[in-house]
């Protein structure tokens, strides 16, 4: 059963839906499969979706044969006395409307909710060989990897072909952590901790959003998960381990004191400095993450820059302020200072 | 005849509309407020789409965005179906059908009207003031706390929540009693017209389902006003409770919206295919078995949050079964369609629209009963393209093939049947463009709530169809409401029965005189206005003054389920109680969101005192 | 009533009041399950009930109040007997008779009530929020009731007629779904003190 008891029969395939959502740019696609959670849920929708066509199907063609009868005999005939044709009416309604519902949706019912929902459960604790902690703020992740030193933020790596055990949690609402060619989603709530399983069957990256409304930015709540081969996973897990390294140059050590002085680590958490709050992300590795802001911007240093000096233009209502009262010249050092920690 | 004209003649002008107690001025009031409202909702939805026409568009700011969304979704259920159905045609049409001459407490009834319009007033008043509730209809908590929610948005939402629902738990149980109560003599329950059956079902479900909605407003409420904690998991409370309270009414709410289109739909089609509903006791009672079992299907909207998956299987089963009284009915239509001579009038078209979109929203209303999709699925515009599908295909359809059916009844005119055909396909065209592209998108994965999206994510494209689609839409409803002003002022008279229709209300004129009916009439079948005899009976009643009833306000009772003649009943005329009432208990209202809570006290005393006067003049012997 | 010929047979049947009366109470009673079940739910969530530091509810006042108030019950029905056998002063002596129980009780709840709060205030958790509100609840339908009474008492000053007649029935009625409440409410309050 386990992976994949649904997977080659799309036969049922539609074609017209099928050729709609092939080639979209496979990037948040739950119908692009990437692991035999999501590949199963992908059989199951498509196999729904055949057999609910097919439902539509026989309810359109009976009223196209209403449409066909229509001009048959002259209208008002048949209000009073019997009621022609009821029995066969019985019939139908009976097959159609108890008979054949029933048996599809048992059928339904017992693959789905019997055997494809083991595939997509939570794993229980340690039963895998790593779990990883996943915690939602508005609206950014931190990602923990318990047992090392190791935060970041919205871009989580993985071993590839490795079952990991996800736990959930919130800092504030509720989230619901979702990255669809993996896995189902599953929600973060207050007070309680929710797993879910995530795998990937091949090197790669995807996508995922914030699928529960949890505020202004929920729109922009991205994340990736990285599947890395094991070898270099591990050397990614030792780098995020480690803490910051001193600045080189005297424009990153002025950006760092700057840093440090400032209000920055008042909520920025940079290991192996002074900065050690846990409001916003963990900057300590922040150079090695592709973007910024939970995937709204890509990180570059001019972008790096922009965000500092005025994070509100490219997520209105984030919770870092901007920063335009600082000199451009502050901001630019502590870019420079951002910018070597790998 | 003449003394009937004086006894139910209503006062001239505005004071008469403001102190009336006719169920059918009552179901007018209705039908326009909730079209205004119905206008609002559907202005916030285009202004939604337009932003969504283009990634990274900032037509609205994420502020606005979120009023929007969460004021569409509150207005659509709250102030558009339900009162729309049950306030605007249940109000008008059960006592037509029934064959009574008005509903059973009609004072009451223009009370819940009056109610209904203030709470309207108060959740706009909210926007006026740029505090429109946002955090999503269904407001999640911990999200609608004080914490995350400081401002008064959240205050407005609870309190107009609870405020709409005394308005409508008034109307359903006037029309569980009007229904059990004021039949005319020889209406069976079993020779009830399917529209009553459904109403009484959406009738019971609003009584039922109402409460615990009310009651968790009022948690929250008393969580961010006076710091309770029943949401609050650090003091022992739940962030859960709120969605099980929340969803204890809102699935059952679902099946509210639908029943009554139901309703509407087992009208419409007997007329025109002139033949009576096939299997007709197998459709009351899956009209009934389906707002029943939805009590029991709630957890479905939370198969994300991680509850036991023993849970998960259990609520999912009982969504499996919930679709059985629904593949019944569509059966029972269609059968009905091909049985009789089918007349594709604009009324029978929305009505074989509704048929496709509510199969098209229920497939997809199924495939959640496998939970892993429904996990994948759930918050993604897949979900919205189920239920505006079922929304707007099964619930709004009906009620403009409603408005074409019984448009002749209440205005005397026939309507112009050429621009009626139009509208329909513009409607069904622009829905389908609107609506369809949303299981793509969402499945793409579009998260719902977003008040813009990325350009790379190959969601562009669907959005800009469901755009277009859903200013197609609009030219479809304006096309619809222009042909009915129209054919309001120029379309030739209807007479009493334009389209030889089953039921009691196309036995009196159009538009029906004040009393409805001059003489009780008698009922034998489910399809009284089939049955000749019964009418050439009632006219030789009418000669004899048997059951006319002219010494009073005078309405009969007759036994529950047999509907024998019971007694005679003095009905109270015009009162001036009602608007008094709702206008102090929004007082109470309102001094509850100032936080004057001693003050609003003082109101509620007002409201008592008003309803002192309201029971002060007995009904004389 | 002269218009009025009858061409069927009269079978008699409870009047819409009485089916109003009903539907009222049905959509109280849920929303009083709505609360309950809320008690409960977050009862089995929470590890000790009622929480540290909270005392456990007392068990016998309450108890010997309850008793007091469901005896209210016999009185109110004997008024609406008396009021429909057309016995004025019968139905007043019942009405006040009932209505002492009815204030009796509510005077000393409220009382309690007041003294509680000082204890353990609303806004202390979870539980004492589900307290309160149950408890408050129940005490508001009480003071309705003792309401509907004394009006009813003002109107029955000036004589009986089928109006009031009804409503002296339609009040009973309220007033034993009221108890019946309230039972339900003090038991589960009172669980507490067992669990
Ligand atoms: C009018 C309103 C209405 C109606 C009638 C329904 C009908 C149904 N709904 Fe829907 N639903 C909503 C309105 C409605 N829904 C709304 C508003 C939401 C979202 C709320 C929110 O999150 O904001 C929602 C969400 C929703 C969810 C939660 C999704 C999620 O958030 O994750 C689920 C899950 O089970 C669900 C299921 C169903 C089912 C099984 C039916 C069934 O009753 C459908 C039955 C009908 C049929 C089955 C059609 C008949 C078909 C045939 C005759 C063909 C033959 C059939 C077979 C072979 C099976 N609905
Ligand atoms: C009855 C229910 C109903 C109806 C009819 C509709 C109708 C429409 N809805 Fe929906 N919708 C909801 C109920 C409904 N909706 C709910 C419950 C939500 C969830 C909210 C939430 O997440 O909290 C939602 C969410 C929702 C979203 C998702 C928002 C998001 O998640 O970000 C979108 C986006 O496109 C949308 C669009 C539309 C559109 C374009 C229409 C169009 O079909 C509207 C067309 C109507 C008009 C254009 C009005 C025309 C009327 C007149 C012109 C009247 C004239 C009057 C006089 C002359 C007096 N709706
Ligand atoms: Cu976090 Cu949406
Ligand atoms: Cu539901």
Redesign the interface.
Known sequence: MRSGLLRGKRALALVP?AL??AG??Q?????APASH??S??AS??WW??GV?FL??AV??A??L???R??G?????????GP????R???Y???L???VV??LL??A??V????F??K????PAANSTKRTILVIGH?WWWEVRYPGTSAVTANEIHIPVRTPIRLEVRTS???H?F?V?ELN????T????T??IELYADAVGRY?G???????????HMGIWVYADPPATFARWLARQSRPAAAPSGSLAAAGRAAFLNGACAACHQIRGTSASSGVGPDLTHVADRKTLAA?TIPNTPSYLHDWIRDSQRFK??NQMPSFGQLSERRIRAITAYLEQLK | MERLEVMWQSRPGVLGWLMTTDHKRIGLLYFWTTLVLFGAGGVEALLMRTQLVKPNNSIVSPETYDQLFTLHGLTMIFFFIIPMTTGAFGNYLIPLMIGARDMAFPRMNALSYWIFLASAIFLYTSLALGMAPDAGWFDYVPLANKTFSPGHNIDFYALAVIFNSIASTLTAGQFIVTIFKSRAPGMSFNRMPLFCFAFLAASFGLLFALPPLSADNIFLFLDRNIGTHFFDPSHGGAALLWQHLFWIFGHPEVYILIVPAFGIATSIIPAFTQRKLVAFPLVAIAELLVVFIGFGVWAHHMFATGMSTTALIFFAGATSMVVIPSTIQVFAWCMSFVLGVARFKTPLLFIAGFIFMFVTGGLTGIMFVAIPFDQQVTDTYFIIAHFHYIIFGAAVFPIFGGMYYWFPKVTGKLYFERPGQISFWLIFAGTNLLFFPMHIVGLLGMPRRVYTYPSNLGWTTYNVIETIGGYLTLVGILVLFGNLVWSYFRAPAAGPDPWHGPTLEWTTSSPPPEYDFAVIPKVSSAYPNWDPEDREEDRRKLAGGVLVLDQGHEQVEVTPVDGWLSRVAEMPHESPWPVLLALCLSLVFVMLLLQHFAIAGLMAILCVLTLLGWHGKEPEE | MSGYVASSVERPSKPAAWWGMVILIASEATLFGAFIGTYFYLRFRAPKWPPDGIPEPRVVVPLILLAALLASSIPMQLASNAARAGRLAATRHFLVLALILQAGYFAYEVHDFSDQLKTFDISRDAYSSIYYVLLGADHAHVALGILFSLWLLWKLTRGLTTYRVHATQGIAWYWHAVNALTLVVILTLLSAAIG
Not at chain 1, 27 to 31: F, P, R, V, Y
Not at chain 1, 83 to 86: N, T, V, Y
Not at chain 1, 119 to 122: C, D, L, N, V, Y
Not at chain 1, 184 to 187: A, C, N, S, V, Y
């Open positions: 839906l709609l959502l979209c740019g990037k948040q696609n739950a119908l959670q999501s199963d849920i199951l929708f729904m979706t609910a439902g539509l309810v359109v009976l009223l044969l209403a449409w009868r229509a048959r005999r002259g209208a008002g005939g048949d209000t009073q009621k022609p044709g009821e066969v009416g019985w139908v309604v009976v159609g409307g108890v519902p029933i949706i048992s339904l019912f693959i789905a909710n019997l494809v929902i595939t997509t459960e939570a508005q504030d609402v509720i619901s979702w669809p189902r989603k599953i929600d709530l207050p007070g309680t929710n797993e996508r959003d914030c699928a529960e409304y949890c505020g202004l930015q929920h729109a995937l209105p209502g």
